[in-house]
């Protein structure tokens, strides 16, 4: 059974930071495109941040230079540093493991975590 537990969330000030992390079980972990995707109230879901299998790294424009993604194969863990953050980055953050080859974050064969809070606020 596959499962996807992320961690980390919380409330944090503007320019305050955030460590993510979705822990993965049931899959072979090094083999997975690893992505963080959120959704914020009344908006799509939306990718923010993707590692492939080999480490090649994607983000989306409004997070450049403010997120890190990482993965530890040895600890079947994805990790998102979140740094700079802004109330804009509200949201519920979901982890995606996809086993399709190369930037195939979100793909119909993906499994998705439940999601962890992130709250941006004074």
């Known amino acids: 059974q596959v499962q996807l537990v992320e961690s980390g969330g919380g409330l944090v000030q503007p320019g305050g930071s955030l460590r993510l992390s979705c822990a993965a079980s049931?899959?072979?972990?090094?083999?997975?495109?690893m992505g963080w995707y959120r959704q914020a109230p009344g908006k799509q879901r939306e990718l923010v941040a993707g590692?492939?299998?080999?480490?090649?790294?994607w983000y989306r424009d409004s997070v450049k230079g403010r997120f890190t993604i990482s993965r530890d194969n040895a600890k079947n863990t994805l990790y998102l540093q979140m740094n700079s953050l802004k109330p804009e980055d509200t949201a519920v953050y979901y982890c995606?493991?996809?086993?399709?080859?190369?930037?195939?974050?979100?793909?119909?064969?993906?499994?998705w975590g439940q999601g962890t809070q992130v709250t941006v606020s004074t």
């Open positions: 995606n493991a996809s086993p399709a080859p190369g930037r195939s974050w979100g793909a119909s064969t993906s499994y």
């Open positions: 049931g899959i072979v972990f090094a083999m997975y495109a």
């Open positions: 590692i492939t299998s080999s480490g090649s790294t």
